[in-house]
Each structure stands twice: as C-alpha cells, then as structure tokens.
C-alpha cells in the first residue's frame, strides 16, 4: 500500500495509555499511519496545522483544554481534518457541542475495534459516523426541547440563586429548609434543563440567559 492511500491521524486525548494503545492498534493495522500525539485541546489545534492529518481523533475531557474548545477552533480555521471524537461520555451536553462545533463523528471509547476502524475509514471521506447510542441521543435530543426551553421551577431557580453567591449544599438545605439530598437533586435537574455539568457553568448560563438578573 503506498503512503499516499494511507489515512493519516493525529490520535488527541491526554491519557499516555489510551493513547498508545490507540497508536498500537493502527499501526498494526493496515491502511492506517499515525502521525503524532497531543495531550491537550490547543496542542492538538497545533500538531494539526503542523501535520495535517486526514483524521483527528479526539477526546472531550481534558484538563489542558476541551476538545469541544479545539473542534471549534479547527473548523474556524478551516482545517482539512476530519473530527472524530472517541470519548467516554455520552451525555447531551458533550454529544451535541461537539456536533456543533463541527465533528465528522461521534464514538465511545468500548466501540469494538472494527467499528472504529470503520469509522475512521468514514471519516476521511467526510460521512458522518455516530454510534448507535450517540445517534439515539441525537434524535431525542432534536426532538425535545432544547436546553433553557424548559423553565426552572421556583426552587431550582432559589437553588441556583444561591449557588451564583458562593454557598455550598449544606448551607443551601439549611437556609430552604430542605435536605442536602434535596438540594442535589434539584441540582441534577436544573442542570439537565441549562445543558451544563457543573455549578460554574449553570451560573455562566443562567447569567447570559438571563435567568439570574
């Protein structure tokens, strides 16, 4: 096979482990040719301009930058690599960012071997390529209302309040009166309804939505 019918990749995700053994399964494979590593988001933006890989795989969680953060960035510049994201997590809040902000693809971590090879395949030719769980996720997800559409309810709205100045759980379950589980799963849902994971984002939202004045 000659270098010029190789696909070419830049394997993204800052786990050493996962990394080479992502690295060992295509090289040992034929059709594949790896040609660099990156830990982060933006050192990943930067080994693609410097190599120009036909396929990027990428992760999602990093702590040196968001692979959501480094989609967005290689679209904006135009990249010719394709994005295929190769996560542990499956959630609508990574999965639909991640299509926004431009991914080819969309695969867990456990897919089988043979998928994956499939889907890098797929890829390089610029189809999209979802695993069945993402795609399922994908059509709920255009088919309910999108995050912030649903309203919070009037304690999740104290809840939230009372996150945005600082105080954490248990002095939340103190000043409602209600109990420390409570306050997480009002947590939960009000969460779910702003398409966030964490307390700093659910503020961020509800600030630019307006919710919190």
Do not use: Q
């Amino acid at each position: 096979m000659t270098s010029e019918s190789l696909i070419t990749l830049l394997i993204v995700d800052d786990h050493p482990v996962v990394r080479d053994g992502l690295r060992g399964m295509f090289e040992s494979a034929p059709g594949f040719r790896v040609l660099g590593e990156a830990a982060s988001g933006p050192e990943g933006v930067a080994r693609a301009a410097e190599l120009d890989p036909d396929v990027v795989l990428m992760d999602l969680r990093m702590p040196g930058g968001s692979g959501v953060a480094a989609i967005r960035e290689l679209t904006r510049r135009g990249a010719r690599a394709k994005v295929l994201v190769l996560t542990t997590y499956d959630t609508d809040s990574d999965t639909l960012p991640a299509i926004e902000a431009g991914a080819t693809g969309y695969l867990l971590k456990d897919a089988p071997r043979d998928e994956l090879f499939t889907a890098v395949r797929a890829a390089a030719e610029g189809r999209t390529v979802l695993s069945p769980a993402i795609a399922s996720r994908l059509v709920r997800a255009v088919r309910a209302p999108a995050p912030g559409n649903e309203p919070l309810s009037a304690r999740e709205r104290e809840v939230l309040a009372l996150v945005a100045r600082g105080t954490a759980n248990r002095e939340i379950a103190r000043e409602l009166f209600i109990s420390e589980a409570t306050v997480k799963t009002h947590l939960t849902h009000l969460y779910a309804k702003l398409g966030v994971n964490d307390r700093a984002a659910a503020v961020a939202v509800a600030y630019d939505r307006g919710i919190l004045g």
